[in-house]
């Protein structure tokens, strides 16, 4: 969408491997949002940022890690990924903390075999 | 327990057959509760914010209302290109900055 881009689109990592996802945005927004999408359980927030470098964890936030140097970049990453991280993974701004729907991203679609 | 369910699971309509979705909700101080929708591949798309009950809004084929237990999205006279997977979400005082996603309605709109 216009805005907003994540990279890469898919990708395919072994077990053990570190990634990182990335979302950049054009829009200045303050607030930027990590989710995952799975089947049968909705999108469920990892991590979100309200500035740079200040970053706090969501519902599943176990085995992953943020960060946040510049307004316009936000990072995901996992450490060491596992069989059970193999989802979609989708970047989400706005500018205000409430009340105001997400902009998201097009999604990456990991496996980790 | 699912604080955000969503149903039907999945509906089929013949082109202009109209129908509702749900989205019922057990949150106490509910700030927002949100429409999108969400094609094959992509993501989701704001439609609405609802934030009180009572309150309607409306995006051509589309009319979310508001109660305090569940919202409806109406789709009158559907066609195919209204297909799509229709999520909504919840933001209360309880989740703080986490909005909870309902696992979303798949509707197909036949020609």
């Known amino acids: 969408d216009a805005g907003i881009t994540q990279s890469p689109r898919h990708k395919v990592t072994e077990t053990g491997t570190p990634v990182t996802l990335r979302c950049h945005q054009t829009?200045?927004?303050?607030?930027m949002y990590w989710y995952r999408q799975d089947p049968g359980h909705g999108l469920r927030l990892i991590h979100y940022?309200?500035?740079?470098?200040?970053?706090d964890k969501g519902e599943v936030s176990d085995g992953y890690s943020v960060s946040r140097s510049k307004t316009e970049d936000f990072l995901l990453t996992l450490e060491s990924a596992t069989s059970s991280q193999t989802s979609v993974y989708f970047c989400a701004i706005t500018e205000f903390s409430s009340n105001y729907g997400y902009t998201f991203g097009s999604g990456t679609r990991l496996t980790v075999v | 327990e699912d604080q955000v369910t969503q149903s039907p699971e999945a509906l089929r309509l013949q082109e202009g057959e109209s129908s509702s979705l749900n989205c019922s909700y057990t949150v106490s101080g509910l700030r927002g509760l949100f429409w999108y929708r969400q094609d094959p591949g992509k993501g989701p798309e704001f439609l609405f914010t609802?934030?009180?009950a009572g309150e309607e809004k409306e995006k051509e084929r589309l009319k979310a209302t508001l109660t305090k237990k569940e919202s409806f999205l109406h789709i009158t006279a559907p066609n195919p290109e209204d297909s799509a997977t229709y999520l909504c979400a919840v933001q209360a005082a309880d989740y703080g900055q986490n909005f909870v996603f309902g696992p979303g309605t798949r509707l197909s709109v036949l020609p």
């Open positions: 829009e200045n927004h303050r607030y």
């Open positions: 609802l934030y009180s």
């Open positions: 940022s309200y500035g740079v470098k200040d970053t």
